[in-house]
């Protein structure tokens, strides 16, 4: 188990986006193959992260399952009108997640989850059109949480949750205007870098059998917001490039900043049913309340603690639905087949899309399957391709330094696949 | 397992669609979304002035280089088949020019936007030594033959790139043009040919009014001399001879068949050097003006109709130098050699007055509302002499030929500017080139500005973002301003789409305190 944990730790490289916001819709090959479904699925320990109130219900007695993803996502934006392109560097993301419970008795459990719900990498050629808001951003969230699994009534429902502990980090570089360079032509910019940021969380779920055959099942399950607070002192910030002068808004150096971003609450609903043993079929409805994040407001301190100047970034976004559906077929004891479907909503709005979270609607397809080795051992392996519709856009709220806005148009299209593979345990 | 394989396949097929890159329905990078209509950029050569090059700031500088007008059209041709542009780039971001290591005088480091001691914004040369030595000569061809301070005929003048020009008495030679000319012997317009442009852009005669205009109208207007060789730097070229060298230039660069624009030239009341600094700009209190009228009593009460008595001068023009100070802002006084110059006469009798009174005396007028003060005038006006409090620039002194436009050498610029620019136009329609109005697109600029996203381009001082600190040449979103216009007209002419650039993205003045 430890030499597992340290391998996991070593290979916790920050997911890329591929869903809306700068949610990573990625946390269990089983799940993703059938959509990313998995509230009302009891399968295997995924459930520790789609609803803990299902760990109390698997048949053995510890459960393990890790995996993780090869994200390949890239964004492409022009501007017919001024002839401007650009394309994201060909980053590969690898969110990956782990998940064990132990059955302490019949009706109780316990469990740990490590997974990452959140995260962005998006690296656009430095200097492009669209640098004054972005050049690269690396955003990052580990989720860490103990978990319990009671089964209240015995075969009809049972309720799991546990406090959640989040690690934030973040690294962000942009120009801090349309134009402002040195005496040579360098572009001004700032880097913001800060991470271990710790906050906390927690999440609950239920789980309802809706019949007496446990073919029809019901689950519901509700992540809390947790918002990342940068404080002065735990990051910096490293303007570069800024003419020598007092008329420039900062000078070069390194500041303390002060952010926050929110990781927005989630709940789910699920049915699942499973007419036979070789059939199960999935639906979960996903309602993340992105309404939180209204804006990402950067103030940078002097030494003194006062504001050395400050960075207003409008984002208004809105909650956001996402539908979920997924099917599995077992033509054997040994291989489970799965597919599914997701339409996932953007929480971004007209006039607030924002290149470094550059996401309208998609749809995602899945499919995937998993081998039993033997008794124990299991393979589970999914692929993801997520379509995107091209979309016009902008981000309307730049101001300039003479009070302006000066709006960042664009076509934007973007293209995710994502290969996943993982190991499930049982004992 | 034989079965898995099949399942597998199924779905590994059924996610054959799959793409790796994201792909436009319309790229702008493909498929000819950009064309170039009749006409072809993939051999750009762009021949003209400081404007040309990318002059800014009082000099020439890397920075500036990249962003002057034909690099940015270069840059935007490279979306329709537009090759690569080359340049002779200076040796810093510094400018001005040294010659065997030391500098040339007039060819100093750039204006930057500095603060004082009290943190109050001013243009200030950097205080930096320049590193471009003009004997390091540079090998092109180079796409952009701009040369700084050319005027029409200097384009056709074999030696204008010769090094030992540059210290004959007068100088024959342009330091900017050395650096890059093909031999010593070449001229610009040869330089350009040779290259055998598919496209050019020609963008000259702003010097042969300009010089003239910055110096106050202090030079000669040489409409009527046809011999450009006689010329000073100061002077207005004659209408003839600026036709007779563009009309050249012209047939040289069309002659093998070459598509290109022509560019006009823009008013010089549309730049800061002359719109900056108030004709009425010297206050005073009640007393003040009463003491100064009393000093100018003589000369409006007696002098003058004694002068128009003699007929020496007509009425009207003693109304014209009538003196006469209030409470409040006034007018200064000038010297207007367009003036009968009275001062040897005053010497005698009856008047008899000293030299001193008299040569003060001689072309001696307040200005009026129409005259102009160009931005040299600003470290001028209200200054004493000698520390004498007496002696004030503007109030007991009057100001120098060179710190006023006065209407009538505005008259002559004007003139001179309707003909080169009759010429221009015609030439174009001639040649079926495209004719890009630069004098319109300027006045728009200057009267009430030009929106963008982000802001609007004036041509006030300073903040108005489109001249640099010389008042004179754009920043680089002038620049860009001016390399859109010119897309524009070239789009108009040959059907091609060439977007424009987003002027927003270019800078404006350089703040550094470097």
């Known amino acids: ?69 090869g994200v390949f996502a890239e964004v492409a934006y022009q501007n017919a009108q001024f002839g401007d392109s650009a394309s994201t560097e060909d980053n590969v993301g690898t969110p990956v997640y782990l998940y064990g419970s132990y059955k302490v008795s019949e009706n109780f459990a316990l469990g740990l989850a490590v997974y990452t719900p959140y995260g962005s990498t998006v690296e656009y050629p430095t200097d492009w059109a669209g640098s004054h808001l972005v050049n690269n951003i690396e955003l990052q969230a580990i989720y860490v949480q103990p978990l319990f699994s009671w089964e209240v009534v015995k075969d009809r429902f049972s309720i799991g949750g546990g406090p959640i502990l989040a690690i934030g980090g973040v690294e962000f570089n942009r120009n801090l205007s349309r134009n402002l360079t040195d005496l040579d032509g360098n572009r001004s910019n700032v880097t913001l870098d800060a991470s271990g940021i710790l906050e906390f969380g927690w999440s609950v779920g239920a789980l309802l059998n809706l019949d007496n055959e446990d073919k029809w099942k019901l689950g519901f399950n509700y992540r809390s917001l947790i918002d990342v607070e940068v404080e002065a002192g735990d990051g910096e910030a490293t303007f570069a490039n800024v003419p020598n002068s007092p008329l420039a808004p900062v000078p070069n150096g390194t500041f303390d900043f002060t952010a926050s971003l929110p990781l927005p609450a989630e709940w789910t609903v699920g049915l699942s049913y499973k007419p036979n043993e070789k059939w199960l079929f999935a639906f979960d409805y996903n309602y993340a309340e992105w309404s939180a994040y209204e804006s990402l407001d950067i103030d940078f301190l002097n030494a003194d603690g006062s ?29 489970d087949l799965r597919l599914g479907y997701y339409f996932d909503e953007s929480p971004v709005q007209s006039g607030f899309f924002a290149p470094e979270t550059p996401r309208n609607d998609s749809h995602g397809f899945t499919t995937g399957f998993t081998y039993n080795i033997n008794e124990k051992f299991a393979i589970d392996a999914s692929f993801l391709y997520l379509r995107f519709e091209e979309i016009d856009a902008s981000y309307d709220f730049f101001t300039e330094t003479n009070g302006q806005t000066a ?7 973007s293209s995710v696949f994502s290969p996943g593979i993982g190991i499930s345990y049982k004992l | 397992m034989k079965n898995y394989i099949k399942y597998i396949s199924v779905l590994a097929i059924g996610f054959g669609f799959v793409a790796c890159e994201p792909e436009f329905d319309n790229p702008i990078d493909e498929n000819e979304f950009y064309t170039s209509g009749e006409a072809d950029f993939s051999n750009y050569v762009s021949i003209g ?48 020019l040294l010659l065997g290591g030391n500098p040339i005088p007039g060819f100093n480091p750039r204006f930057v936007l500095a603060t004082d001691e009290q943190g109050n914004p001013g243009p200030a040369i950097i205080n930096q030594t320049p590193t471009t030595e003009v004997s390091n000569i540079l090998s092109g061809p180079f796409n952009n033959v701009g040369v700084p301070g050319a005027r029409s005929f200097d384009l056709l003048f074999p030696g204008y790139g010769n090094i030992g020009g540059l210290t004959t008495m007068p100088v024959s030679a342009n330091p900017y043009f050395v650096r890059f000319a093909s031999s010593p012997d070449a001229t610009v317009i040869g330089d350009a040919v040779s290259q055998n442009p598919s496209f050019f852009s020609l963008w000259i005669g702003n010097n042969d009014i300009l010089g003239y205009a910055t110096s106050g109208g202090s030079g000669v207007d040489q409409t009527g001399n046809f011999d450009p060789s006689t010329y000073g730097g100061s002077d207005i070229t004659d209408p003839m001879v600026f036709a007779g060298a563009y009309s050249q230039m012209v047939d040289a660069l069309v002659a093998n ?22 004709t009425q700009s010297i206050p005073l209190d009640a007393p003040t003006a009463a003491f100064l009228n009393s000093n100018f009593a003589l000369y409006n009460d007696v002098v003058l109709p004694t002068l128009v008595n003699f007929g020496v001068i007509t009425a009207e023009e003693a109304a014209s130098r009538a003196i006469n100070f209030e409470e409040g802002v006034n007018f200064p006084i000038i010297t207007d050699d367009d003036l009968t110059d009275v001062s040897a006469i005053l010497q005698g009798p009856p008047a008899n007055l000293d030299p001193a009174t008299a040569n003060l005396l001689g072309q001696l007028r307040q200005a009026n509302g129409n005259d102009i003060l160009p931005l040299t005038a600003a470290g001028i006006l209200g200054t004493t002499i000698n520390n004498d409090p007496t002696l004030i620039n503007g109030v007991s002194v009057p100001l120098a030929d060179q710190f006023v436009l006065t209407t009538a050498e505005q008259a002559r610029v004007t003139v001179a500017q309707n003909a080169y620019n009759t010429t221009i136009q015609a030439l174009a329609a001639a040649n079926g080139l495209a004719f890009a109005d630069a004098r319109s697109a300027l006045q728009q600029v200057a009267n009430g500005g030009v929106t963008f996203n982000g802001g609007t381009l004036t041509s006030t001082f300073v903040t108005g973002g489109g001249f640099s600190l010389d008042g004179v040449h754009p920043t680089p979103r002038g620049y860009a301003f001016t390399a859109n216009v010119l897309l524009d007209a070239i789009n108009a002419r040959y059907g091609s789409n060439i977007p424009g650039v987003d002027i927003g993205n270019f800078a404006t003045v350089t703040i550094s305190n470097d």
Do not use: W
């Open chain 1, 1 to 69: 188990m430890k030499k597992v944990v340290s391998v996991f730790v070593l290979i916790l490289v920050c997911a890329v986006t591929y869903a809306g916001g700068y949610r990573v819709s990625l946390q269990g090959n089983r799940s993703l193959a059938m959509g990313h479904t998995g509230v009302a699925v009891v399968n295997n320990a995924e459930l520790a992260f789609f609803n803990p109130a299902g760990l109390v219900h698997l048949e053995n007695k510890i459960n393990l399952s890790a995996g993780g993803f």
């Open chain 2, 257 to 278: 068949g070459s598509d290109g624009v022509l560019v006009n030239i823009p008013d010089v009341t549309s730049i800061p050097f002359f719109t900056t600094v108030p």
């Open chain 1, 307 to 335: 504001v050395a100047l400050q960075s207003l970034n409008p984002r208004n976004y809105k909650n956001a639905s996402t539908y979920r559906f997924g099917a599995q077929y077992s033509p054997s004891s040994k291989l």
């Open chain 1, 407 to 413: 709006p960042f148009r664009g076509t934007y299209k």
């Open chain 2, 49 to 96: 002035n400081s404007l040309t090059a990318g002059f800014a700031d009082g000099t020439l500088y890397i920075t500036g280089q990249e962003d002057s007008y034909p690099n940015i059209m270069a840059e935007q041709f490279s979306l329709a088949g537009g090759g690569t542009f080359t340049q002779p780039l200076m040796n810093d971001n510094i400018g001005g």
